[in-house]
């Protein structure tokens, strides 16, 4: 089975720019979607293949993929980025799809 | 404005059935596939199975293949979680989700997510 692997946390200081891997191999193959999720919430779409954004979500948030990671940004952090945040594949060939183990933003 | 409401939360015994549901509104029902999820208390995201309205047909994800029942009732746009043998491990919230798909497949939007608590 195809796994996706994110680290469990990130911590940042207000105003400085937080970073989130999504490791997978070959993974610059596939479209990436994050999301994120608030404590008693749930998920909400914030990044979409690879690097679009859904109405609504700041233009601090960014996106891109290649290689073997996707990587989720957030710039100049504030405290309501304070989230979980996953990262999701669809796997075509097989019709799966896979979330991330998920990563943990600390502001 | 596309809206997932799922039913309320949940108290069950080890043992019983359950069925949860999904009512989705705003947009054309049978044109989008919905996707069920589940989240363990302090886990993370799984993938359940998806649904596609239009054929009634479901793809599960081998870890929830006999486990559970995926189904729609199209009259009322609504999409069902269904177990027959309930277990304390099912406890969890589960999210309904409708996929969208461009280049890629993604969840959005989500329901609020229905408490299982199985006792």
Known sequence: SYVVTQ??????APGQTATIACEGDNIGSTPVHWYQQKPGQAPVLVVYDDDARPTGTPERFSGSNSGNTATLTITSVEADDE??????????????YVFGSGTKVTV | EVHLVQSGAEVK??????????????????????????????????WMGVIYPHDSGVTYSPSFEGQVTISVDNSI????????NLKTSDSAVYYCARLQMKRGVRFDPWGQGTLVSVS
């Not at chain 1, 989230?83 to 799966?96: H, K, P």
């Not at chain 2, 746009?77 to 027959?84: E, F, G, S």
């Open chain 2, 77 to 84: 746009t609504t999409a069902y979680l269904q177990w027959a």
């Open chain 2, 13 to 46: 015994e080890a043992g019983q059935s359950l069925q949860i549901s999904c009512k989705a509104s705003g947009y054309h029902f049978f044109s989008y596939y919905i996707a069920w999820v589940r989240q363990r208390p302090g886990q993370g995201l799984e």
């Open chain 1, 7 to 12: 680290p469990p946390s990130v911590s940042v």
């Open chain 1, 83 to 96: 989230a979980d945040y996953y990262c999701q594949v669809w796997i075509s060939s097989i019709d799966r």
